[in-house]
């Protein structure tokens, strides 16, 4: 007979969450949602099903994105659909859709799945969970500070320290500025040099500069941009300064960083792990002032940034910051019999009902066995039920870290369980 077995493996790209994984994950989540909490962001969320027009309207068109990296269909009522590859112009529709109820500033975060076709590698996966946080209707630059901060802080309450991560800033609005300074005033032109300094980092310096001047044309003028890009002058930006004046001074200024959006219309942030191994960015973002515009109706400017979770946790491990923390029961109850596994489920609610969390142990091994196996997923106390605890309803429970015994009633064992 053919062996025709379905494979175990996951689909391309994609992860399964066995419980360590799922324990990581929760501890990321709720990290990153009492931290957007903290700063006053309230939750929303959306299907991740969208008509495929939002991702091809003007002001959101992203060709990479939607040529290459969607997944899309045609759905049974010839329904052009994408599964979302990222939440911003879902947040942007949602706001254009609520604008006239709402009151600005207003801040929203979401913790999205996105999906997107790429060639699967480290910190790039098809589908991945992605902390938005934005903010709506605040066109002040102490806005871009506010969510530059949130984004930093995210990364101190997982424990991260300055030397761990490096926070890079730039302004489209200055750079379009520069561009002019040097007589580049093509849009066009701007949009081909921002997607090459989108690839600098990839790319030997000797190549970046021959398609700066296959771009521009003109050899020393390739060189002055080259010169412009690479310095490390601030400028005038108020953001980077004033995000210094909090106390963040990981912060710096690099004219290389583009974004690969076309929606950002000022400020741009990205936050990069300082570790070599994990040369991907932790998260992005930036201003766009006209997203949402493309819904009809007067345009609410927004200010944000998504982070993903598998850069997240290269960088917790990377840097050492995680602990297993995978939920185990405070009491595993172990009946010494099989005839014993019912009375075992019955005193399992009743420790429960007291608010405990316990689970039992039916399986067949030798009570040795069991013991070894609560010790090893971090059960902290074992009850061995034989005829006589279940006949004379006096039981004892052990400490599987100090091997103390302690005997007693339920009630008493609640109490002492409890305390
Ligand atoms: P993005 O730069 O495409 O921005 O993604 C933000 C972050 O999501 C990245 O820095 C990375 O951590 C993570 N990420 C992106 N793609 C993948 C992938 N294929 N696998 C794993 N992680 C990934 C945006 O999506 C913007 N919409 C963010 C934003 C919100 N801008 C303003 N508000």
Redesign the pocket.
């Known amino acids: 007979m053919k062996n025709n077995k379905l494979s175990t493996d996951s689909y391309k790209?994609v992860r399964d969450f066995f419980p360590e994984d799922m324990a990581i994950q929760e501890y990321i989540f709720e990290t990153w949602s009492h931290t957007a909490e903290s700063f006053g962001f309230s939750r929303y969320d959306a299907s991740v099903l969208e008509p495929s027009a939002i991702y091809k309207a003007k002001g959101a068109e992203n060709e990479e994105m939607v040529n290459e990296q969607t997944y899309s269909f045609v759905d049974r009522g010839n329904r052009e659909v994408t599964l979302r590859?990222?939440?911003?112009?879902t947040?942007a529709r949602m706001i254009a859709a609520k604008r006239r109820d709402l009151t600005f500033p207003v801040r929203w975060y979401s913790i999205p799945n996105?999906f997107?076709y790429?060639r699967a590698q480290r910190?790039?996966?098809?589908?991945?969970w992605?902390l938005?946080?934005?903010i709506f209707g605040a066109d002040d630059y102490t806005a871009d500070i506010e969510i530059i901060a949130l984004a930093y802080q995210v990364l101190v309450n997982f424990g991260a320290t300055e030397d761990m991560f490096e926070i890079l800033v730039n302004n489209r609005q200055t750079m379009k500025k520069a561009y002019e300074m040097l007589g580049i005033t093509n849009a066009d032109t701007v949009t081909a040099i921002t997607r090459l300094n989108d690839r600098k980092d990839k790319i030997e310096p000797t190549e970046y500069l021959k398609s700066l001047t296959e771009i521009v044309n003109d050899e020393s003028l390739a060189k002055e941009i080259k010169k412009m890009i690479e310095s490390s002058d601030p400028g005038d930006s108020v953001v980077v300064a004033g995000l210094k004046e909090m106390g963040i001074n990981n912060v710096r200024i690099d004219r290389s960083l583009a974004?690969?959006?076309d929606y950002?219309t000022g400020t741009i942030f990205?936050?990069k792990d300082t570790n070599p191994d994990n040369n991907?960015?932790?998260?992005?973002?930036?201003?766009?002032d006209n997203l949402t515009a493309m819904f009809g109706g007067e345009a609410v400017s927004?200010?944000?940034?998504?982070?993903?979770?598998?850069?997240?946790r290269d960088f917790l491990e990377t840097h050492d910051l995680l602990t297993s923390n995978i939920p185990a029961p405070t009491l595993m109850i172990m009946p010494l019999d099989k005839k014993l596994n019912l009375p075992a489920q019955i005193l399992a609610k009743q420790f429960r009902d007291a608010g405990l969390s316990v689970a039992t142990d039916m399986s067949d091994k030798k009570i040795g066995k069991k013991l070894a196996n609560a010790g090893e997923q971090f059960v902290d106390f074992a009850l061995i039920l034989g005829d006589n605890e279940y006949k004379n309803k006096q039981y004892q429970v052990k400490n599987l870290t100090d091997q103390t015994e302690t005997s007693g009633t339920l009630d008493e064992l609640i109490e002492f369980l409890t305390q």
Request: charged content about 25%; some cysteine.
């Open positions: 790209g590859p990222e939440m911003t112009p947040v996105l997107r790429e910190g790039r996966l098809r589908e991945h992605q938005n946080c934005d974004r690969g959006f950002y990205e936050i991907r960015s932790l998260l992005g973002g930036g201003r766009y927004g200010i944000g940034f998504g982070m993903g979770d598998v850069t997240m």
